[in-house]
């Protein structure tokens, strides 16, 4: 199974290309202003792909930022349009429990990515060298919910966590874990099925009608 990973859920937007042979990823900084296509095209480049050979795109769904992975997701959605080729999304946070085991962090870790307002989302693993569990779900919270002794004896990583905790390890999720993380699953979706993960209800406000136009 060949798979284009688009990981786009921070600043460092990275693209992975995954197949019988090996495996390429190209990662660039510069958030809004990466070249998404540019990206994917060395991506291919280096793992010697052409776009054509490509049957699963596996997508960062977050959270993070919202117009990074609005990008990766209309990229998928095209792609499937066009070729037929099979989409997976990933939780972002996932990703990054995974990629705390490979760097060998164990115990109990605490994923934190910003969720503006002066909160975070945060979900919490078990990981060890035989792999990782999730124990508390994602959900969003404010540093002052969290009590010190928390703070102290749990491993803190993340995007940005030493914004909140200066002894975190920033730790950004990467297209190459994601690709292998989607190597291992089967429940592929249609684009249309594909959405960010964003746990804020949304509320919409209806604008009042317009005044009429008197002469």
């Known amino acids: 199974m060949t798979i284009l990973a688009l990981e786009f859920s921070t600043p460092r937007r990275s693209v992975a290309v995954l197949h019988r042979g ?10 809004r202003e990466t070249n998404a296509f540019g990206l994917m095209e ?13 049957e699963v795109i ?19 959605q095209g792609w499937q349009l066009a070729r037929g080729v099979r989409l997976l999304g990933v939780n972002s946070a996932e990703c990054l429990a995974a990629q705390a085991q ?4 164990f115990g109990r870790v605490n994923v934190v990515i910003d969720a503006q307002r002066n909160e975070f989302y945060r979900a919490t ?8 569990q999730e124990i508390e779900p994602l959900r969003i919270t404010a540093l002052a919910r969290i009590s010190s002794n928390v703070v102290a004896n749990e491993i ?11 002894k975190g390890k920033i730790l950004f999720p990467s297209a190459l874990i994601l690709g292998r993380l989607a190597g291992e699953r089967s429940d592929f979706v249609s684009g249309d099925k594909l959405a ?5 209800p949304v509320n919409f406000i209806k604008a009042p009608s317009p005044n009429p136009i008197t002469f």
Do not use: D, M, N
Not at 156 to 166: A, K, L, N, S
């Open 22 to 31: 090996g495996a390429a990823e190209t990662v660039e900084t510069g958030g």
């Open 58 to 76: 596996a997508v960062g769904l977050g959270p993070g930022s919202y117009t990074g992975i609005r990008v990766a997701l209309s990229i998928a």
């Open 125 to 132: 693993y078990e990981i060890s060298p035989e792999g990782w």
């Open 156 to 166: 803190w990583i993340g995007p940005e966590v030493t914004r909140w905790f200066p």
């Open 102 to 105: 490979a760097e060998k962090i």
């Open 42 to 54: 060395r991506a291919l480049t280096e793992a010697s792909l052409e776009r054509q050979q490509i």
């Open 196 to 200: 960010p993960i964003y746990l804020r």
